[in-house]
T-cell receptor
Framework: EPEVTQTPSHQVTQMGQEVILRCVPI?????FYWYRQILGQKVEFLVS????????KSEIFDDQFSVERPDGSNFTLKIRSTKLEDSAMYFC???????????FGPGTRLLVL | RKEVEQDPGPFNVPEGATVAFNCTYS??????FFWYRQDCRKEPKLLMS???SGNEDGRFTAQLNRASQYISLLIRDSKLSDSATYLC???????????FGKGTKLSVIP
């Protein structure tokens, strides 16, 4: 069964450093997403990406964040200068169509010290 | 009012019990509804989509009440392996994102 994959599974970084989280969506999917979940809180939408551009972003997704699809398979989330409050689980998701089920990857646990 | 609300639980039930979760949503433009299951520190995994006519998958039944803006999930004959947090998610027309509730924690006890 096809699945979304993410690397790394864990990342520890110092405050102010840049991190890049990587995702490989399901191959025939056209819509890609990033969500985050702070420990003990709900899953929150960050950004969606379709046709090589951002289609929607939340207020969390400020200028410190960017997304890119550098090739035909990878989808990345970059945090330019990490803050302590960026510590969370980051999930990548993909879907075939806009209204269809979103399938989530296993997540990257980011810890900012 | 929060966009998607769930009773956080925890629900502690014995094996074999029937348990029901509710979820309410505030935006009447919501069009698609899902139940996801999330194990501790893992990703949300789709349990089932929720259709207007209601749908069943084995021991799981989902219902949608558009007039009252809530969805429900019924689990029959609970198994130990059903212990998890159950997330309600809503997709709104004109949007790309899923909006999640905080989840309801279920513990099935031997």
């Amino acid at each position: 069964e096809p699945e979304v994959t993410q690397t790394p599974s864990h990342q520890v970084t110092q405050m102010g450093q840049e991190v890049i989280l990587r995702c490989v969506p399901i191959s025939n999917h056209l819509y890609f997403y990033w969500y985050r979940q702070i420990l003990g809180q709900k899953v929150e939408f960050l950004v969606s990406f379709y046709n090589n551009e951002i289609s929607e972003k939340s207020e969390i997704f400020d200028d410190q964040f960017s997304v890119e699809r550098p090739d035909g398979s990878n989808f990345t989330l970059k945090i330019r200068s990490t803050k302590l409050e960026d510590s969370a689980m980051y999930f990548c998701a993909s879907s075939e169509n806009r209204q269809e089920t979103q399938y989530f990857g296993p997540g990257t646990r980011l810890l900012v010290l | 009012r929060k966009e998607v609300e769930q009773d956080p639980g925890p629900f502690n039930v014995p094996e074999g019990a029937t348990v029901a979760f509710n979820c309410t949503y505030s935006n009447s433009a919501s069009q698609s509804f899902f139940w996801y299951r999330q194990d501790c520190r893992k990703e949300p995994k789709l349990l089932m989509s929720v259709y207007s006519s209601g749908n069943e998958d084995g021991r799981f039944t989902a219902q949608l009440n558009r007039a009252s803006q809530y969805i429900s999930l019924l689990i029959r004959d609970s198994k130990l392996s059903d212990s998890a947090t159950y997330l309600c998610a809503v997709w709104r027309a004109g949007s790309y994102q899923l909006t999640f509730g905080k989840g309801t924690k279920l513990s099935v006890i031997p």
